[in-house]
């Protein structure tokens, strides 16, 4: 595809709908490199080719599938981006990513973490999360290293949506592997509003009767503050309690000083000395 001095990336976004806070980040990201890379000068293509600038595409996906459908179909045949970034959140990034491969068109999945996605066959997706199975390896054996009697896991999650069951599926594996017991995994109405009508704080006494030793509770975002707020004041029941939301900023507003002691998956820490196969380094 030639280019005339302008790269176009494209990106549907949640501006609107029950993931706009994650939908706004991924957009503020974006404008983020568009404008550092223009301010250098623009970026090459290929070696010897002339510095060319960066245009950034976005529409409101309103977090629905079909509208990030229709979104995703417009900047590609209407817009005509050189470059397409997936929106944020499983659901939303398989969608994309089923009209990208249509018209055999590369999608950066920066916002789907679903092993789900990668097992359709597709051939025109190039994913940059950690998959959702691996979002909490290594989990157990540092609680094994730390405490050699830990033996019970639990695990509380969301009943739809891809990307809670293929976390809770890599803790289960992990487990069975190390020898750890599973004690219960039970499920809840998370809600198109990512809080839905489960009542957080009769699932939060229930898991600590059951007290395992480590808690992993994932949902949607919302689902997991609501769950966090009500496991605050039980959380002596347990050795360690796993909530997926717990990095984000958005778990610490909600939580203030109490979000100390919650555990968490970071896709990136400055100081993790991770080894790389190419590309920058971690710092």
């Known amino acids: 595809m030639p280019f005339a001095g302008v790269i176009k990336a494209g990106i549907p976004v949640s501006l609107t709908g029950q993931f706009q806070v994650q939908g706004r980040q991924a957009l503020t990201g974006m404008q983020a ?3 550092d890379v223009n301010r250098a000068g623009g970026i090459f293509v290929k070696p010897g080719s002339a510095k060319l600038s960066l245009e950034l ?3 409101d996906d309103a977090s629905v599938i079909r509208q990030v459908r229709m979104v995703t179909e417009r900047l590609i045949t209407q817009d005509g981006v050189d470059l397409l970034f997936g929106p944020y959140s499983s659901v939303l990034a398989s969608a994309s990513a089923s009209v990208a491969e249509e018209h055999h068109r590369l999608m950066w999945n920066q ?4 092993d789900d996605i990668y097992q359709r066959g597709y051939r025109y997706v190039v994913g940059i999360l950690t998959p959702a199975t691996q979002y909490l390896a290594g989990l157990l054996p540092m609680i094994r290293l730390t405490d050699e009697k830990a033996a019970s896991v ?3 999650r969301a009943s739809t949506g891809a990307f809670p069951k293929a976390v809770s599926l890599g803790v289960e594996a992990e487990a069975e592997s190390l020898g750890f017991r599973l004690d219960f995994v039970e499920e809840f109405e998370a809600g198109g509003d ?3 009508k489960t009542d957080f704080v009769s699932l939060a006494r229930k898991v600590a ?9 994932v949902g949607r975002i919302g689902n997991d503050i609501s769950l966090a707020r009500c496991l605050v004041d039980h959380r002596r029941s347990f050795k360690a309690v796993v909530v997926v939301a717990t990095p ?9 000083a109490d979000a100390d002691g919650f555990l968490g998956p970071s896709q990136w820490e400055a100081v993790a000395p991770y080894p790389q196969d190419h590309g920058p380094s971690t710092r």
């Open 209 to 217: 009767r059951a007290a395992p030793d480590v808690l992993v509770a």
């Open 33 to 35: 490199w568009v404008d």
């Open 111 to 114: 916002g789907g973490a679903s």
């Open 248 to 256: 984000i900023q958005q778990f610490k507003d909600a939580l203030g």
């Open 57 to 59: 595409v976005y529409h």
């Open 194 to 196: 990512g809080k839905g």
């Open 154 to 156: 639990g695990i509380v």
